[in-house]
């Protein structure tokens, strides 16, 4: 997917129209939790500073029904400002006559940044004549947001194709292309053995990804809630634990078509149980089969943290999305940090850690930097694996 980046072209004194992903955790007081969003965003935003380059940077926070103060990106504005060492200019709306204004006053090193962009429902209504409010006012349209790319919006799809019309460049910044190039080497031309770890808690939302990743992979070790349903496939009993009836069949023809194509799934041996996530009483490790018909399976056990650490120790090739317990809490997380660590310490292993909780359960258990990549777009990478085209990019220049 050979697409033009933002160093294919010529920015100097050009007006550009940056999609970043500021959709950054934030606590109750407003407070930015975690600055992953925005620094992964810098090195295109400082290239494009570097070249004289007028910088508008367009972006969502959370689900907004309308304008709501809570979703604004003012805190984004002083963050930026102090990680970019450059006062970064806000004005509290992305489209109308001042924002307008304020593009047009725009000199060559200067950002702009513009509020959510989800305060209009004509943003993932995917509107033209919302989009073309912006592409009437910039030169270059840049796509750093790969969070979003799977996402047919406003401002990742329809901007760039209108732009493009005009005769308008439409380019990947260098975090989009960065994505791009780890998933597609780690995926395409893997070195073997090729391991997938997938945890998180519904087999239905990654059906077509265990599809796609049986072609590819050697091994693919199951945890998180999900796990459950393939247990109940096998005839275990799985007591108060989450299960998708309605998957049971889909998880047995998954693992009778690992068996034809050879690829080992790899489920838990034992499992940590509890009576309540929420106000725990009793937790305690089982087997497999032995999950209390009145208690939740609600992590991997310390079998299964050896068996998966055994499985992982001669991959040189890794992929991992979602989480192998519920590692928000503290007492049922012990699964997912120890497969972080275990990773952490494979040294000739190439490492891509697939986005969303995933990247959060990495920094949690503060490993970060021994990853080889971590995506900042856990739907996209998901989506990209799975094969399907992520409208983000494939409306971006050809190289």
Request: charge should be neutral; hydrophobic fraction near 40%.
């Amino acid at each position: 997917m050979a697409k033009k980046k933002v160093s294919d072209i010529d920015v100097s004194g050009k007006k550009v129209f940056v999609r970043v992903d500021y959709n950054v955790p934030m606590d109750s007081n407003g407070n930015i939790t975690d600055y992953t969003r925005i620094d992964a965003s810098l090195p295109t935003l400082r290239y494009l500073l570097e070249k004289g380059a007028s910088v508008i940077l367009a972006s969502h926070l959370g689900r907004p029904k309308g304008r709501d103060p809570k979703y604004s990106l003012l805190p984004v504005q002083k963050a930026l400002s102090e990680r970019l060492g450059v006062n970064v200019k806000f004005v509290p709306d992305c489209i109308g006559e001042e924002v307008k204004k304020e593009i047009a006053n725009l000199k060559p090193g200067e950002v702009l940044l513009l509020e959510n962009v989800r305060f209009y429902k004509e943003e993932e209504a995917n509107d033209e004549n919302f989009a073309k409010q912006w592409a009437d006012l910039v030169d270059v349209y840049v796509c750093d947001a790969f969070g979003s790319v799977h996402r047919a919006h406003a401002s990742v799809e329809a901007l760039p194709r209108i732009m493009k019309q005009q005769g308008k460049p439409a380019v990947a910044g260098f975090l989009v292309e960065k994505e791009l190039e780890y998933l597609d080497n780690a995926i395409s031309n893997p070195k073997r053995p090729f391991a997938a770890i997938l945890g998180g808690s519904k087999v239905s939302t990654k059906i077509g990804v265990i599809e796609s990743l049986l072609q590819k992979v050697d091994k693919l070790l199951i945890g998180g809630g999900m796990m459950f349903t393939f247990y109940k496939a096998m005839g275990l009993d799985v007591g108060n634990s989450l299960l998708e009836k309605e998957y049971v069949s889909t998880a047995f023809e998954i693992l009778q078509k690992a068996k034809e194509k050879g690829v080992e799934i790899i489920l838990p041996v034992d499992v940590v149980v509890t009576d309540n996530i929420e106000n725990p009483q009793k937790i305690k490790v089982v087997a497999k089969n032995e999950i209390p018909a009145d208690m939740i399976g609600v992590d991997i056990g310390p079998a299964t943290i050896k068996l998966f650490s055994d499985e992982l120790k001669n991959c040189k090739t890794i992929f991992w999305n979602g989480p192998l317990g519920v590692f928000e809490k503290d007492e049922f997380a012990k699964g997912t940090i120890e497969i972080a660590k275990v990773l952490a310490n494979l040294k000739d292993a190439v490492k891509i850690i697939g986005g969303g909780d995933s990247a959060a359960a990495v920094a949690k258990a503060g490993v970060e930097s021994k990853m080889t990549h971590i995506s900042t777009g856990g739907g996209a990478s998901l989506e990209f694996i799975e094969g399907k085209p992520l409208p983000g990019i494939v409306v971006l220049d050809d190289k």
